[in-house]
């Protein structure tokens, strides 16, 4: 199980945390299945998805797997809020010296900055929690400095030390969680689901904002351990703010989170010191600092946060899973839809094949002057161009309803661009392949026993094998008024042979009009089929979520 008491004294005991291999071996296989995941059809709601599985990933990377496996690492408070708050001045404030810039320009922090007791910079160096950013290590004035992280081009997260903290504790200045600045608000959410504390800065003038209570009511559902900070609290008004303030807490069932109040002071205006007096914010500093040194109140902070962590990945992942089968059952949908215009296409040109649509025009003119006044190759030229025109409208009208089905689906992605031309040069190719090997097949008959019916005797026929394979493309294509040519055939051949020519001619036709079709309506489907989507995804994501909760099955404490 993941938490098991601990007795601390005579009969007090609290919940830590105790990571089982088979637990974080499940987590592991999650957070894979996780990575893995995509969703790349713009459906309603996709974004959230994509969102939503960034920050699981940046929570099991950032925060969660890090902490079951070392439980004893030194508790992660995150300093957030809306722009403007304060979250600056409080974190210099609460270190003695200025650590971080509370800058004029809105948005006011861009790059995050970590402070830490000198004995716990090992724990933050490295890719232990937050391993998306690279480290930069600050210029100190208590020791000798540590060699720099390298960046290598990364989000940087900046890494003070100070012994005005105590060991155990560090704390981090996120940026504004309503930055104008995406990436920004992004990273916000990353630095706040790794953490073990949320300290939520509002102020005076813009406690009853949404961002704050937003903030503070994912704190409540998620569990997490959190105090807030009413900022910049005029000395005039500090008792009735305070008060309404609290009540609204009450309200919203957040009664019973720390709360603390900063005053107004210049030290706190824009162009001040950054640094409040130590008074400004005692009660803070001692609430976080009994967290770091008292092991009973800094396990429950921890296995608070650890579990409301593990308890919230059921909601999460299985909309993430909602979501992938949606991508899953639009492409399938899709794919449907292609089928169809497809399947409607082959339809169409074996119809026309059937009906003798193929001798007409040009290609008739040819086969009524034929062998007099018509050559092999004019007969052939004839034909084979009609076959490759049929295919060629075939292809332009199931390409058109596809479209046309396609543009239903709002999240279907768009066509692949095309030279003009291109279809036709490619069933070309497809069918002057038909035609070698109607030819190769005339010859074939011309000279083989077997193909004429006589296995004991090769006897060559008179005439050309050109003949002979003009007279077996019109028998192929002809439809009902090719008898004649197929007549022709059996008497040059002999019945059983010129059967057996036509059987494998017309497995070459068949051959060619599921090639050349097959061929565009994967080029038609490319879009679609290259972004890979499966059932998989969603089923693997399932999947892994019951193992995690197989091997999460808290106790009470």
């Known amino acids: 199980m993941l938490w098991k008491p601990l007795e601390v004294g005579h009969s007090a005991h609290v919940a830590i945390l105790d990571a089982r291999p088979e637990l974080l071996d499940a987590l592991t296989l999650l957070r894979e299945r996780l990575a893995a995941a995509r969703f790349p059809l713009e459906l309603p709601g996709v974004e959230r998805a994509r969102r939503s ?51 004029v320009l809105r948005p006011t922090t861009r790059t995050p900055v970590l402070v830490c007791h000198p004995d716990d910079h090992h724990w933050f160096s490295g890719k232990r929690v937050l391993p998306q950013l690279g480290r930069v290590w600050m210029p100190r004035q208590e020791a000798e400095q540590p060699p720099p992280v390298r960046r290598d081009g990364q989000l940087a997260l900046a890494v003070e030390t100070t012994r005005a903290l105590p060991a155990g504790l560090a704390l981090l200045d996120a940026p504004d969680i309503d930055s104008l600045v995406e990436a920004n608000r992004d990273l916000a959410a990353d630095l706040l689901g790794a953490a073990d504390i949320w300290v939520l800065v509002t102020t005076a003038s813009r406690y009853a904002d949404a961002v704050p ?105 299985m909309a993430l899973a909602s979501a992938a089968a949606s991508q899953h059952a639009t492409a399938v949908r899709l794919d449907q839809r292609l089928d169809e215009a497809f399947d409607e296409a082959a339809q169409r040109v074996r119809g026309c094949l059937a009906d003798g649509g193929l001798l007409a025009g040009e290609a008739r003119a040819h086969w009524m002057a034929f062998p007099d006044d018509a050559s092999s190759d004019e007969l052939m030229d004839a034909l084979t161009t009609a076959l490759a025109g049929l295919l060629v409208e075939a292809v332009a009208a199931a390409d058109e309803r596809t479209d046309a089905a396609w543009r239903q689906e709002a999240a279907a992605p768009p066509a692949d661009p095309e030279e003009p031309g291109a279809v036709a040069d490619r069933v070309g190719v497809a069918v002057r392949r038909l035609r070698r090997c109607l030819e190769e097949l005339a010859e074939e008959a011309r000279t083989s026993p077997l193909m004429l019916g006589q296995p004991t005797e ?75 989507i499966t059932a998989d995804t969603q089923v693997e994501l399932v999947s892994a979520l019951s193992s995690v909760r197989a091997e999460h099955r808290p106790t009470t404490v």
């Open 53 to 103: 599985c960034a920050e699981l990933l940046a929570q099991l990377d950032g925060y969660l797997l890090p902490r079951l496996r070392q439980p004893d690492a030194p508790l992660l408070a995150v300093v957030g809020g809306s722009t403007g708050a304060g979250k600056s001045t409080l974190v210099n404030s609460l270190v003695g010296r200025r650590v971080t810039e509370a800058g």
């Open 213 to 317: 209570w937003h903030l503070l009511r994912s704190a409540r559902d998620a569990d997490v351990t959190v105090a807030t900070v009413l900022d910049r609290v005029p000395h005039q008004v500090a008792a009735e703010v305070s008060r309404h303030y609290g009540a609204l807490l009450e309200r919203a069932g957040l009664g019973s989170i720390p709360r603390f109040t900063v005053p107004e002071l210049p030290e706190s205006a824009r162009g001040g010191s950054g640094v409040l007096p130590a008074t400004a914010v005692a009660g803070l500093r001692e609430w976080l600092a009994h967290r770091a040194r008292d092991h009973e109140a800094r396990a429950l902070a921890a296995a608070r946060t650890a579990r409301g962590a593990l308890a919230g990945l059921r909601g999460r992942v």
């Open 458 to 532: 090769r006897r060559q026929l008179p005439g050309e094998d050109g003949e002979t394979a003009a007279l077996l493309a019109a028998s192929l294509l002809g439809g009902r008024a090719a008898g004649v040519a197929q007549q022709t055939l059996a008497g040059a051949l002999g019945p059983r042979g010129a059967a057996r020519l036509r059987d494998k001619g017309g497995q070459q036709l068949n051959a060619c009009v599921s090639r050349a079709l097959g061929a565009e309506k994967r080029r038609r489907g490319a879009p679609l089929h290259r972004l890979g």
